[in-house]
């Protein structure tokens, strides 16, 4: 294995809570009602665009969707990191990779600008290859269009590469670009939907990736 792909929301970091209080924030604004984590919890993974549709009632979302993603990428971009943190063993599994010689790489649906700050706040001692965000030019996952541009900047094959995320994106990316698929436990979604999705390894703990990253080495 000579890189690995991760993805950034329920993976790397706990960011549900900022942004559920910035979608919420965006709701009560514009007079509607508003969610709760969990409810949250099932929304993220597929853009701030389908995180606000998903988020209104179906009566508002032709008229308010708009307005109402506005609000919130405006409040999300002013509040990064209040309680956002790394999980527990990130940092101790980023460390390990460094030191194994393995490149490291972010791709996200969250907005290309916020990553990279996101990346560079929380994770100052670690170099990522490459931290790739959404963009104009790049789909969102689960194209796998990113990943492949990360393979091609990285010059690495991606059948030699990997990809660890939280939901059925990420899984469906993987497969999608001929990478290993490693679905983390630890994040916003359940066993089922990575299973579903295709994930080849399931993980309950950070720590869990090294043994499968040196079985491929």
Request: net charge negative.
């Amino acid at each position: 294995m000579t890189a690995v792909i991760f993805d950034l929301d329920g993976t790397l970091i706990d960011s549900l809570a900022d942004i559920a209080a910035s979608l919420n924030h965006a709701l009560a604004e514009s007079g509607l009602p508003t969610h709760t984590i969990d409810e949250v919890r099932g929304l993220v993974g597929y853009g701030a665009s389908e995180l606000v549709r998903g988020a209104l009632p179906p009566e508002h979302r032709d008229a308010l969707s708009t307005d109402v993603l506005a609000r919130y990428r405006a409040r999300y971009r002013s509040h990064l990191i209040v309680e956002t943190r790394p999980y527990d063993g990130i940092v101790e599994v980023l460390e390990a990779l460094e030191a194994r010689g393995i490149a490291k790489a972010v791709l996200t649906n969250k907005p290309h600008s916020a990553s990279v700050e996101i990346v560079e706040r929380l994770f100052p001692r670690f170099r990522f290859d490459v931290v790739l965000g959404q963009k104009d030019g790049i789909p969102h996952k689960p194209d796998p269009a990113g990943a492949l541009e990360i393979a091609s900047t990285l010059g690495l094959s991606p059948a030699s590469m990997m990809i660890v995320g939280d939901g059925d994106t990420d899984m469906r990316t993987a497969r999608s670009a001929g990478m290993l698929a490693v679905g983390c436990l630890w994040g916003f979604r359940d066993r089922a939907e990575l299973e579903g999705a295709g994930a080849q390894h399931l993980i309950a703990h950070p720590r869990e990736l090294l043994p499968i990253i040196d079985s491929r080495s």
